[in-house]
């Protein structure tokens, strides 16, 4: 019998996790307010971690972040256009707060994110 030590186990557990977790594409684009919003996971941009670019529409979110960065990226790049499309002229800590709250709001209550899903479903 061999016996493994904490380091190994811990070793093959995150082995497992990275093989057989499979996280859901971020789609390439999304409709807003009926306009079409193109997404761009890129690392073409090491500067930032994400970027609402009004002219072509589009949110770059910056490949190299972890999943997790990524998801409160969006939120964060969605509020943006939000705003520039409806013309609210927000401040950005303004859109810094309402997208950190509402990623909290998601992340911390699984029971809301089944919900609305579940609900929209049967719509
Ligand atoms: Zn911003």
Not at 66 to 90: P, R, S
Request: include cysteine.
């Amino acid at each position: 019998m061999v016996k493994l030590g904490t380091a190994r186990i811990k070793k093959l557990a995150l082995e497992w996790v990275s093989k057989y977790t499979t996280y859901m594409e971020l789609p390439s684009s999304f409709e807003l307010l009926g306009i079409t919003i193109h997404i761009n996971l890129t690392d073409e941009r090491q500067d930032v971690w994400g970027e609402w670019d009004s002219e072509s529409r589009t949110i770059l979110i910056n490949s190299k972040a972890t999943k997790e960065n990524q998801c409160i990226t969006f939120m964060h790049e969605l509020i943006h256009a939000i705003d520039d499309l409806l013309g609210l002229d927000l401040e950005h800590r303004d859109v810094y707060a309402v997208s950190q709250v509402l990623w909290a709001v998601l992340r911390n209550n699984p029971s809301i994110n089944a919900w609305i899903n579940t609900t929209l479903s049967k719509c």
